[in-house]
Nanobody, 119 residues
């Protein structure tokens, strides 16, 4: 069983930066795809970014060029560096880990961390 603990959210002004961490425990996730999703008030959860075990990355169009996903398998941890934040990025961010990109949403989830971007 894998447990994920996401952290690093907070309040930041437009144009600011935050880094989210996703620490895995219980077993290694080095062979898993890790990803980030977000859910804004009144909206459905949406895909943000993912990184496969080979290091291949995927981004939603809304964050491409501003967010960077990475991982440190030695630390069993994934990261989401968020730059040039906009009020539209305000949401609860969730990390996830799954066998592959197609099934990541059916895998393991963190508890979520709030990101608020003020204008």
């Amino acid at each position: 069983q894998v447990q994920l603990r996401d952290s690093g959210g907070g309040l930041v002004q437009t144009g600011g930066s935050l880094r989210l961490d996703c620490a895995a425990s219980g077993r290694t996730v080095s062979s898993y795809t890790m990803g980030w999703f977000r859910q804004a008030p009144g909206k459905e959860r949406e895909f943000v970014a993912a990184i496969t075990w080979t290091g291949r990355t995927y981004y939603s169009d809304s964050v491409k060029g501003r967010f960077t996903i990475s991982r440190d398998n030695a630390k069993n941890t994934g990261y989401l560096q968020m730059n040039s934040l906009e009020p539209e990025d305000t949401a609860v961010y969730y990390c996830a880990a799954g066998r592959d990109l197609a099934s990541i949403s059916k895998g393991y989830w963190g508890q979520g961390t709030q990101v608020t971007v003020s204008s």
